[in-house]
Structures are given as C-alpha cells and as structure tokens.
Nanobody
Framework: VQLLESGGGLVHPGGPLILSCRVS????????RYWFRQAPGKEREFVAQ????????KYADFAKGRFTISRDNDMNVVYLEMTCLKPDDTAVYYCNPHTHYLATPESADFRSWGQGTQVTVSS
C-alpha cells in the first residue's frame, strides 16, 4: 500500500485546512479509509473514517462538528477538511485504508504508515 498525505502547514487558531490522502490502486478491496493523528509525545489517535462504497462516516469526539471526511473514488483520494483549528490539533496527520470497519480504530490495526503531513496550529 502506498500512501501520500499532503496539505499540512502552519495555520492560525480558528483557521481552516484541507488535507488530502492519495492511496494506491492496490487498495481497491480496502473499502474503509481512516485518518489518524499523532501529537508530539502522544500516541497516534483516530480522527475520522469513511466508507468508499457508501455514505458511512465516523469521527472522534474532538473532530465532530469541526472536521469533515470525504472521498473521490475516481482519484482514489480521501480528504479531511478541518475548521476552527486549535493548538491542540497540532500533530502529524496520517491516512490509511483498511478492509474492515473498525469499531474502535487503533494504530496497531494497520500494518504500516506513510510519512504523514504536519499540521501546526499557532499564532
């Protein structure tokens, strides 16, 4: 699986940012897409999930109402639109596909990770 996250950067508190994740075509049987993040000194944590074959989405509590996950199946790209960003959102953001719906997604559920994209929220 090849993963390419992009779109990170420095943003002021309250600002928006859109992240993109391109997943290799080999993942066609992995119909669930996940975003995770890892802040300095913390464990990697689940952010959002989307099903590529239907409307199902799920969000971590901190992401509800501020983040929106979406997909472009033709381009094999998943997006994470983030609004009202806070300094606590500062982290490296990662995406990953998975074959199954994970009720409680954890980093250990995935075999490997891409480089991620750094998001820094600071004034």
């Amino acid at each position: 699986v090849q993963l390419l996250e992009s779109g990170g950067g420095l943003v002021h508190p309250g600002g928006p940012l859109i992240l993109s994740c391109r997943v290799s075509a080999a993942t066609s049987t992995m119909s669930h897409r996940y975003w995770f993040r890892q802040a300095p000194g913390k464990e990697r944590e689940f952010v959002a999930q989307i099903l590529t074959t239907g409307p199902h989405t799920k969000y971590a509590d901190f992401a509800k109402g501020r983040f929106t996950i979406s997909r472009d199946n033709d381009m094999n790209v998943v997006y994470l639109e983030m609004t009202c960003l806070k300094p606590d959102d500062t982290a490296v953001y990662y995406c990953n596909p998975h074959t199954h719906y994970l009720a409680t997604p954890e980093s250990a559920d995935f075999r490997s990770w891409g480089q991620g994209t750094q998001v820094t929220v600071s004034s």
